[in-house]
């Protein structure tokens, strides 16, 4: 048997067409979203991801600015940046790519952001909010792998979920979304200090793998008919590597796979983070 397929591309193109008639509605009004990028330096999957979200921008009619810095900006001429996107009436929201390079300090940069133009979830005050249960923009690769579960109906309600990985845009903030009331799962999170990480993987019937690690989660470690939602990737010379091995697809009742599953759910997260922030601001 082979798993259902999570396709994140199909599932983003369903959610741009339903975006579409809401940005044309907030365009007639005089108020076009606009979703700005700030990119320092040339890492090429940061350059990639940027391009696709000024691609998907135009694909639903949200104007677009963009912000490509040097590899060697300093932190005040990035802070310079984020003050004119906070003043600038033409961005509605937007974004610092990550990661930043290492002579950057990330969390002073992302809480400069004016908390009202947070495209990405990440400001403290957007966590903050999150953890109280407060209404907030949603980080948009946790929000991203929700909504794609949700669509393909994977019951999340009293469901065991493992998420694998520490990080702040995934593995720390899905858990407070996956343990709200409305989906009811209950969460551990593993990270390279967990005892058993075959156990834990196991004994779960959704597995989030966002570590990092080439093919870390192994067909063997997980349970037959599982959700498995490979997030992490590893650019190998032998081109891309997420972090489930291809052999999961014989084992999983879902997989959503990488390419093709969250990344395109991250960029169809960050557009509806856009809409709904611009709708807010009509009132
Ligand atoms: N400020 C942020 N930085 C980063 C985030 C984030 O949510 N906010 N997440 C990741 C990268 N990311 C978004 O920026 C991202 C990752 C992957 C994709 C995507 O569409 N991937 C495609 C494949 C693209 C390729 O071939 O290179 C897929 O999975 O099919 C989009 C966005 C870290 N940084």
Redesign the pocket.
Known sequence: MSATILD??ATKDAIFDELRPRVARLAEQGHTPGLATVLVGDDP??Q???R??HNDCAKVGIKSIRKDLPADVSQADVEAVLDELNADPACTGY?????LPKHLDAGPLLERIAPAKDA?G?HPISLGRLVLGEEAPL???PRGIIELLHRYDVPLNGAQVAVVGRGI?VGRPIGLLLTRRSENATVTLCHTGTKDLAAEVHRADVVIAAAGKPHLITADMVKPGAAVLDVG?TRTDAG?AGDVHPDVVQVAGFLSP???????M??AM?LTNVVEAAERNVG
Do not use: E, F, H, M
């Open positions: 994140g591309r999957g940061s990639s991801y940027v696709a979200k974004i610092v790519q990550l990661p990405d990440l980080p948009c690769t845009t990737v891309l990488n390419p093709g599953g969250v990344g395109p991250t960029r960050l």
